[in-house]
């Protein structure tokens, strides 16, 4: 079955540092996510993205984060400076419309800022 | 302010034990997805629930959808230790985010 890899799966980084998450989605979906979730917190939304352009974006989303679709394949959420309370799992999902709105999601990367 | 809340937060029982959770919000789904996630994964899709009403059965698995689109509930008929995970209720929209509920934390004990 197809699915969405996510890569590094930790990524260990100092703060102020800058940060790449990179997911490759399932080839055929055209809609794509990026979701967190802090340790023992609930799944958090920060970022959809269809047609080469943000659709919407959470108040989590501010100007240190940004998404893009370099080459039609990989999906990337980058951090410019990262803080402390960045620190949580980064997961990445993805979808084709008509699909009963099912995401599929990747293995998450755990991203610790120190 | 979309929110969906779950109860419990936390349920430990023992195996061949039933347990329902609920998800409750004040708005209106589309549709709504439980998933269940282990330490370390992302979250695996069991079910989605798209008509006010509908009843999903998944081997001891059973899932409602409120009638008015706005709450849903899953219970497991005797529990197994392979149970044991993080359970999420999601709303969607359309194609539009996914909000996904506070998490019930289920441990079932052998």
């Known amino acids: ?114 | 302010t979309q929110l969906l809340e779950q109860s419990p937060q936390f349920l430990s029982i023992q195996e061949g034990e039933n347990l329902t959770v609920y998800c409750n919000s004040s708005s209106v789904f589309s549709s709504l997805q439980w998933y269940r996630q282990e330490p370390g994964e992302g979250p695996v899709l069991l079910v989605t629930v798209v008509t006010g009403g509908e009843v999903k059965k998944l081997k001891r698995l059973t899932f409602q959808f409120g009638d008015a689109r706005k709450d849903s509930s899953l219970h497991i008929t005797a529990a197994q230790p392979g149970d044991t995970g993080l359970y999420l209720c999601a709303g969607a929209r359309g194609t539009d985010k996914l909000i996904f509920g506070t998490g019930t934390r289920l441990q079932v004990f052998p």
């Open chain 1, 1 to 114: 079955e197809p699915e969405v890899t996510q890569t590094p799966s930790h990524q260990v980084t100092q703060m102020g540092q800058e940060v790449i998450l990179r997911c490759v989605p399932i080839s055929n979906h055209l809609y794509f996510y990026w979701y967190r979730q802090i340790l023992g917190q609930k799944v958090e939304f920060l970022v959809s993205f269809y047609n080469n352009e943000i659709s919407e974006k959470s108040e989590i989303f501010d100007d240190q984060f940004s998404v893009e679709r370099p080459d039609g394949s990989n999906f990337t959420l980058k951090i410019r400076s990262t803080k402390l309370e960045d620190s949580a799992m980064y997961f990445c999902a993805s979808t084709l419309p008509a699909s009963g709105e099912k995401l599929f999601f990747g293995s998450g990367t755990q991203l610790s800022v120190l």
